[in-house]
């Protein structure tokens, strides 16, 4: 059995598990990670040895895995979508501030996305808290917010008449599956934590429900801007056979694109969700 150690990152939002091997795992150091998952909303795994299917028995033991309906995947397991950056490429997929599949009825839970290859230099991946963002807001506006919703699709990142950069479209497929619309409310009660988190984004949010999208964007950039403050976030650099496990309905991510003429690619699997349920007032 393999010896774990849980440490915080001492920012907003994260924590580092060391010594983890994961087909040795038991159930409660699985009940660790679990309620380490809640606390610090991304989790951090470092020197891992982990084969595909490794990787896919230690996601299940989370949640169902849920089928990427727009990533290549990774040969042979379709479960892992590929996360790739070739050196021709100028860019990158995911980067901008985004939630994974807030465009769907039921949410992702969460991504793991293990390193397979890395570039020399660059390539690091910010994470802000939404959780601590919807905290920092007054009184008044997290009040305001309590009470609406917002209109999130896949059709505008994902569809056949979406913005997709020339280099970038070969990565995605299926453009005529892109018809994912859903309403959510613009906080939710983390099914976890219990926290109300802010549950909107750049990447796949259009408005607010019952507003139009001139309407809304006045809020909603101002959210956009405050969540995405240093005091929110933490930077990770990726190391070789590191591990980042997200909580999709706590955090946004953004890739950065500052490795221009190397190579990346992470394996990246996605875990199904619960319904999301408003905050309380």
């Known amino acids: 059995m393999s010896t774990l150690s849980i440490s ?5 939002l994260g924590a580092t598990v060391h010594g ?25 795994f470092t020197d891992l040895q982990m084969e595909p299917q490794e990787h896919i028995d230690f996601a299940q033991r989370f949640a169902q895995i849920n089928i990427n309906r727009f990533f290549t995947p990774v040969e042979g397991f379709a479960e892992i979508a590929e996360v790739r950056k070739e050196p021709e490429q100028q860019n990158n997929i995911g980067g901008g501030w985004h939630t994974d599949h807030s465009y769907d009825q039921v949410p992702a839970m969460g991504s793991m996305a293990y390193a397979r290859a890395l570039p020399n230099s660059g390539g690091d991946t910010l994470f802000a808290s939404m959780t601590q963002a919807f905290a920092a807001l007054s009184p008044g506006l997290q009040e305001t917010l309590l009470g609406l919703n917002a209109v999130h699709s896949s059709r505008h990142a994902f569809g056949a008449a979406a913005p997709v950069p020339k280099d970038l479209r070969g990565r995605f497929g299926n453009a005529d599956q892109a018809l994912q619309d859903a309403v959510h409310p613009m906080v939710v009660k983390h099914p976890l934590s219990g926290k109300p988190a802010l549950y909107v984004n750049p990447g796949f949010t259009l408005h607010i429900e019952g507003w139009t999208a001139l309407e809304s964007a006045p809020l909603l950039q101002f959210l956009y801007q405050h969540a ?28 950065l694109n500052d490795y221009p003429g190397q190579h990346r690619l992470l394996h990246r699997i996605t875990l199904e969700g619960v319904p999301l349920a408003a905050a309380a007032s």
Do not use: C
């Open 8 to 12: 915080q990152t001492g920012a907003a």
């Open 228 to 255: 995405a403050k240093p005091e929110f976030t933490y930077r990770y650099k990726w190391q070789p056979n590191s591990m980042a496990f997200w909580d999709n309905r706590a955090t946004w991510h953004y890739a």
């Open 20 to 44: 983890l091997q994961p087909s040795q795992v038991s159930d409660a150091q699985l009940a660790e990670i679990k309620q380490a998952y809640a606390d610090a909303e991304v989790l951090f």
